[in-house]
Every structure is written in C-alpha cells, then in structure tokens.
C-alpha cells in the first residue's frame, strides 16, 4: 500500500530525479539543425556532383569506419593501432562470399559485420586488459597477423594481386550495380545512414553515458557499480561490426579486395581521419574523411609523391593546435561567436 | 644441418645487434620519458643517409662517417626534441603516437624529395667484405663487424648507466624526478641529453644497417613494428630487456625466412601478441 502511494504521488524526490534523467537523456538524443544539413548535403550529391560519386561513396565508406573507431576511442577512450583488423575481415567476408556464389548484397553485408564482430568479441577481452604501450603494440599486432595470413593465404585470398571476380546481384533484386556508380553510391549512403543511427542512439543512451563517465575517470564507474571491462568490451565488438560494415561496403561497392585492407596504412589513416575531423564528437569521422580524402584526390593528381608531406604536417598542426579536429575548432569558434 | 643452423644463429644474431642498435634508443625514449615515439626509425634513416651521402658526395671513408652519423642525428633529434616532443611530455600517448606518425610521414616524402625514391648505394670497404675462416665455419666479416659494434654500445651503456656520474643523475631521474630536482638535477636537460643519445644511436645503426637491409625512404614505416617489438618484448627502459629481445627477434626472423618461407613475418608477430599477453610489460618492464 505505501509503495504504491509514494509512487503515485509525483512530489517525491526520487522520482523528481528520474523524471529529470530521463529528460536529460531525450534532450541528449534530439536532432539538432546542423545535423539535418550534414545528411542533406551528403544526399544532394547525387544530383551536385554526379561524375563524382565513386568519392562521395569511398567518402561515406571511410567516415563510417572511422565512426566506428570514434565509439572505441571518443567513447570508450581505448587507442587502437589495428582497427583495420575489422574492416579488413568485412571486406574479405563480403569479397568472398560474392566470389563464391552468395551475391546478394544485404546479407552479404550482415555477414561481414558479423564476422568483424565475432573476431572483436574474442580479442576484446585481451584488449581491455591492457593499457599504454602494450596496448597499442597488441592492437598493431592483431591486425598485422591478419594482414601475413591474407597476403600468405593466396589461393584463398588471391595474396597480393587482391581478391578478383567480385560481381555483385542487384540491392533487394531491384537496383543493379551501375557504370557510374549511382546504385552503389545509394545503397552506401543508406547503409551508412542506418549505421550512424546506432552508432547515435548508443552516443546518447545511458550506455554512451557511462562510457564517457569512464573515460574521464576510470575509477568513477566501478564505485557506482559498473563494470570497466564489461563495458569496454561491449564498446569494442559493436564497433568491430560496424566497422567490419564499412570494409563489406567497400569490397561490394568497388568489387575489389586488396590486401591493403588489413595494413598498418589503414589503421593509421583512420585514426588520421578521426583526429582530423575530431573525435568524440559523432560527425568527427564523416568531417575528417572527407577533408582527408577529397584533399589527397586533389593533391595526388598534381604531385603524388608528396601527399605525405602534408599529410603529416596536417597531423602534427592538428596534434599541437586543434587538440579537437576541424569540428571541436569550429564549435569553439561558434561558440566565442554565439557568446560576443 | 648443423652448418645451416651455425650459420643461421650467425646471421641471425647479427641482425639482432643491429635491431638492437637502433632501438635501444627509442627504449630509452618510450621507457624512460614515456614518450611513444614511433618516429625513431627516421632517425635510424637519416643516419643510413648521412653516410650514404658523405660516401657518395665527399668521398669520406666508410668508418669516417660513422660518427658523422651519430652527431648529425643526434644535433637534427635535440631540434625536434626542443621544438615538438617536449610539448608533448605530459601529453597522452595518443597525441605522441598521431604527432610522431605525422613526423614519420614527413621524412618520408622528405626523404623521397631528395634522395630519391630508390635505394641508396652503399660501398663498405673490402676490409669489411668477405669472409674469414675460424674454425670448420666461414663467418661473413661484415656481420662480426656489426656483432662487436654491438657488444661495444652495450657494454659503453651499461658502464655509463652503472659507473658514471651521469648515468647516476639519468637513473635518479627516471626513479624520482621531483627529488632529483630538488637535488639540483636539471631534469629537463638530462632528458633532453639521453633522447640525443639515444637518437645519434639510432642514427649509427642506420648507418651500420645500410649494407645489411637496404636504405630508401620506407625505411621508418618498414622497420617501426620491429623496433617496436624490440622495445614492446625486452621491456620498457631496460638494456638488457631490448638486448635479449632484439637476439631473440633476429635469430627467429632469420630462421623463419629460411625454414618456414611461407609463413613470412607471422610467427614473430604472433610471439609478440602472446608474449605481451601473459607480461605486458615485456620481458624485464619494471613499474
């Protein structure tokens, strides 16, 4: 009888409390204007820049990946040196299954996820073990041992001439894969887009939330009765699949698997992409990936010998001065703005 | 068999000197300063070029430019040590590890503008070619070179760790900085002298490793995951650690190349997950 009175009454203190975390919560997850703009602008690129879609699509596809590296690393604060482990495991799981009769694009999307996130689930208990150096050498590690045994692996994975013969059936046996690249660039973007609705549900849900408490104080979560390495894993394999998500898109959209998939360049490309856009920030990938790629299609074309050159100048500008990427600075400078 | 198996513990143990050679330094820069640098194979690089180029352009002997070497990389390391490293001391290991990478991207394209994208030609002179017969072995007289270069920096290190002046004030650093402070140790500029240090031996192994490995400008990105191991395995700042793991990764690489061809750099990688799994801290980490 008295339980169901004081939850009756709305007065009382601790479900004041609840209502109010429950409105931070949705307050957290509502859709801002900019955000609108970001996918429109995406959208309009079939019709803006029709010759340019295959970019646009490696654009979306490197964004998401590099999304997906922002859950582990903006979110649960873990540095990674092998990320491209999953998106190697993606594209390969994708590329052969095309190859070997299973054409169908969707599923041959869930499996590749499924397979990163597999793979993610089994090493995420090492990797939430560890911290610092050995950390980043056993995230380096797992993705070059990946990288030996599809190079070695040649009658499976065609070694270093990459996997060859990919032809993909058309999306829900509707849309056919096209000459232009319009089909691929569609279903990437979808794809993409329902990616990142997860991957934004989980920044703003209560899960999100304790993972950046334990990113800012690793010693916060356990007192209030979670678990770090419980939620660390977690963190770890979601981000697996997606990113295992975005390697299946590319192999399916470009119908080509290198070996370069599971390199070391890949790993640290991406975290190149994220730092740039800036990490933690949900859009940080999506901005960084397209300044990163669109600037290298500019430059490789006049001199492509020195790309790295200001490549890594951009990195190190980027380490010493825009702590936060191009987004984290432009916020900062909205918000000086907003405030004067 | 027992010839090959001589001779592959041979080479094997010469290519771990070097690898020993050149990241001694980066363990003392990621132990002691707990600084990832994952640029210090430029540094091994630049010192490849230097007498590559001294050879080539000013007809300086072989063994001439060696110091040249060490000097040249250790003065070009103190600059960015000034200049970028050291605002990063306290930084996370992320910042080092994005900073040091953009570094490593740098000298690569800088490398590639101008010495060219190829392989630097190398000379050794013939006192240094060949093979001499000891015992029912012929031993390739470049690789014994490398091996008393190696024994020669390693017993100066651990001499000058152990017995000098120095090496006390390097070591009441690391353990304490605050009191050796307070001692009236410049920490600052003892770190500063030790990542020259440690950098000019980079640059002398560089220089070593020309006619051993080869020399062009992915040189960083190709080695950094061996040097890494080196450091990663022996363990954080230890000597003897990067010595023993350094042998251990030549010998494996070497028998590996020769035994198991197929299975390429697998089985190394694969030690190295395992082994930093059960101690990550390496072999003999401290802390």
């Known amino acids: 009888m008295a339980m169901t009175a004081t939850s009756e009454t709305t007065a009382s203190p601790a479900a004041d409390r609840r209502a109010a975390a429950h409105a931070f919560i949705a307050a957290q997850g509502r859709w801002r204007w900019p955000e609108a703009v970001f996918w429109l602008v995406a959208a309009s690129t079939l019709v803006i820049f029709p010759h340019s879609l295959v970019l646009a699509s490696q654009v979306l596809i490197a964004g998401l990946f590099a999304l997906s590296l922002d859950l582990i690393l903006g979110l649960g604060g873990i540095v990674s040196l092998g990320h491209a482990a999953f998106f190697g495991l993606g594209a390969y799981t994708a590329g052969l299954l095309a190859v070997h009769g299973w054409r169908e694009p969707l599923t041959g999307l869930l499996a590749a996820g499924a397979v990163a996130g597999i793979v993610g689930f089994a090493t995420s208990f090492i990797v939430v073990r560890l911290k610092g150096i050995a950390l980043l050498m056993v995230t380096m590690g797992v993705a070059l041992l990946l990288h030996e045994v599809a190079q070695k692996a040649h009658v499976i994975t065609g070694g270093d001439d990459g996997l060859q013969g990919i032809s993909m059936a058309p999306v829900l046996g509707l849309f056919s894969f096209d000459l232009y690249g319009r089909t691929a660039f569609v279903y990437t973007l979808v794809v993409v887009f329902l990616c990142f609705l997860v991957a934004r549900r989980?920044?703003?849900?209560?899960?999100?939330?304790?993972?950046?408490?334990?990113?800012?104080?690793?010693?916060?979560?356990?007192?209030?009765?979670?678990?770090?390495?419980?939620?660390?894993?977690?963190?770890?394999?979601?981000?697996?699949?997606?990113?295992?998500?975005?390697?299946?898109?590319?192999?399916?959209?470009?119908?080509?698997?290198?070996?370069?998939?599971?390199?070391?360049?890949?790993?640290?490309?991406?975290?190149?992409?994220?730092?740039?856009?800036?990490?933690?920030?949900?859009?940080?990938?999506?901005?960084?990936?397209?300044?990163?790629?669109?600037?290298?299609?500019?430059?490789?074309?006049?001199?492509?010998?020195?790309?790295?050159?200001?490549?890594?100048?951009?990195?190190?500008?980027?380490?010493?001065?825009?702590?936060?990427?191009?987004?984290?600075?432009?916020?900062?400078?909205?918000?000086?703005?907003r405030r004067t | 068999m027992l010839l090959s198996l001589a001779n592959i513990l041979f080479n094997g143990v010469a290519y771990g000197m070097l690898l020993f050679l050149i990241a001694v330094g980066l363990s003392v820069t990621m132990g002691l300063m707990g600084f990832a640098n994952l640029a210090h194979g430029a540094f091994a690089m630049l010192g490849g070029y230097v007498t590559a180029t001294l050879m080539a352009k000013a007809g300086w002997p072989f063994l001439a430019t060696l110091p040249a070497a060490f000097v040249l990389v250790a003065a070009v390391s103190l600059l960015l040590e000034r200049t970028l490293y050291r605002r990063l001391y306290r930084a996370g290991e992320l910042d080092q590890v994005l900073l040091t990478i953009g570094v490593v991207f740098m000298a690569v394209a800088g490398a590639t503008y101008v010495w060219g994208p190829s392989q630097a030609p190398i000379r050794v002179p013939s006192y240094l070619t060949g093979t001499v017969a000891i015992g029912p072995f012929d031993w390739g007289v470049y690789r014994l070179f490398l091996?008393?270069?190696?024994?020669?920096?390693?017993?100066?290190?651990?001499?000058?760790?152990?017995?000098?002046?120095?090496?006390?004030?390097?070591?009441?650093?690391?353990?304490?900085?605050?009191?050796?402070?307070?001692?009236?140790?410049?920490?600052?500029?003892?770190?500063?002298?030790?990542?020259?240090?440690?950098?000019?031996?980079?640059?002398?192994?560089?220089?070593?490793?020309?006619?051993?490995?080869?020399?062009?400008?992915?040189?960083?990105?190709?080695?950094?995951?061996?040097?890494?191991?080196?450091?990663?395995?022996?363990?954080?700042?230890?000597?003897?650690?990067?010595?023993?793991?350094?042998?251990?990764?030549?010998?494996?690489?070497?028998?590996?190349?020769?035994?198991?061809?197929?299975?390429?750099?697998?089985?190394?990688?694969?030690?190295?997950?395992?082994?930093?799994?059960?101690?990550?801290?390496?072999?003999?980490?401290?802390?």
């Open chain 1, 202 to 337: 989980l920044y703003t849900s209560p899960f999100g939330l304790a993972l950046k408490g334990m990113r800012e104080n690793t010693r916060r979560l356990p007192a209030i009765g979670g678990s770090v390495r419980r939620h660390s894993a977690l963190i770890y394999t979601i981000a697996a699949v997606i990113a295992g998500i975005a390697g299946g898109l590319l192999a399916q959209t470009t119908e080509f698997v290198s070996v370069e998939v599971l390199g070391f360049q890949r790993s640290a490309e991406v975290l190149i992409m994220l730092v740039l856009g800036g990490a933690g920030l949900l859009y940080g990938g999506f901005v960084g990936a397209a300044v990163f790629l669109v600037v290298r299609d500019l430059l490789a074309s006049t001199n492509p010998e020195y790309w790295f050159f200001w490549l890594g100048l951009m990195l190190v500008l980027v380490v010493l001065f825009a702590r936060n990427g191009l987004l984290g600075g432009a916020k900062a400078l909205l918000g000086k703005w």
């Open chain 2, 147 to 287: 091996i008393a270069m190696g024994a020669i920096v390693t017993v100066a290190l651990i001499v000058g760790l152990e017995r000098t002046r120095f090496g006390a004030m390097i070591r009441a650093a690391v353990d304490n900085p605050r009191m050796a402070t307070g001692l009236g140790i410049n920490v600052d500029r003892v770190f500063s002298i030790t990542f020259m240090l440690g950098s000019g031996l980079a640059g002398l192994g560089g220089a070593l490793g020309v006619n051993l490995i080869g020399l062009d400008p992915s040189f960083p990105i190709k080695y950094m995951v061996y040097f890494l191991i080196v450091v990663a395995v022996g363990g954080l700042g230890s000597i003897k650690g990067s010595l023993i793991a350094a042998l251990v990764l030549g010998v494996c690489d070497v028998a590996g190349k020769y035994y198991l061809p197929d299975t390429g750099a697998f089985i190394i990688y694969g030690i190295m997950v395992s082994l930093l799994l059960w101690r990550p801290l390496g072999l003999f980490g401290r802390r």
